[in-house]
Nanobody, 124 residues
Framework: QVQLVESGGGLVQARGSLKLSCAAS????????MGWFRQAPGKEREFTAL????????RYADSVKGRFTISRDNAKNMVWLQMNSLKPEDTARYYC?????????????????WGKGTQVTVSS
């Protein structure tokens, strides 16, 4: 079992930045693909970013490419999502997730463990 706890969300103005954190416990995340998803009110939970287990490979949704950066420290069991140039459409609850798949997983069903999320609100 892997427990995930997100933090760092909040209210920010458009064009601002936030850094989300995900603290993992229970097992080392070194053998997991770690992902961030987001869910806006009335919408499906959507893939945002992922980091392959070694951290050398990442993948992003087109909507955040060039603005968001995922990073991880396997020794600290931590994952982060640096969000820059935020837009009102980035407003959502952001979830950290862990997948046993060793290749990139971009769908909700491919993830085994989830945190409860942290709210990000971007004002215009």
């Amino acid at each position: 079992q892997v427990q995930l706890v997100e933090s760092g969300g909040g209210l920010v103005q458009a064009r601002g930045s936030l850094k989300l954190s995900c603290a993992a416990s229970g097992r080392t995340i070194s053998s997991y693909t770690m992902g961030w998803f987001r869910q806006a009110p009335g919408k499906e939970r959507e893939f945002t970013a992922l980091s392959i287990w070694g951290g050398s490979a990442t993948r992003y949704a087109d909507s955040v490419k060039g603005r968001f950066t995922i990073s991880r420290d396997n020794a600290k069991n931590m994952v982060w999502l640096q969000m820059n140039s935020l837009k009102p459409e980035d407003t959502a609850r952001y979830y950290c997730a862990a997948s046993r798949l060793l290749v990139g997983a971009t769908t909700r069903d491919e993830y085994d463990y989830w945190g409860k999320g942290t709210q990000v609100t971007v004002s215009s």
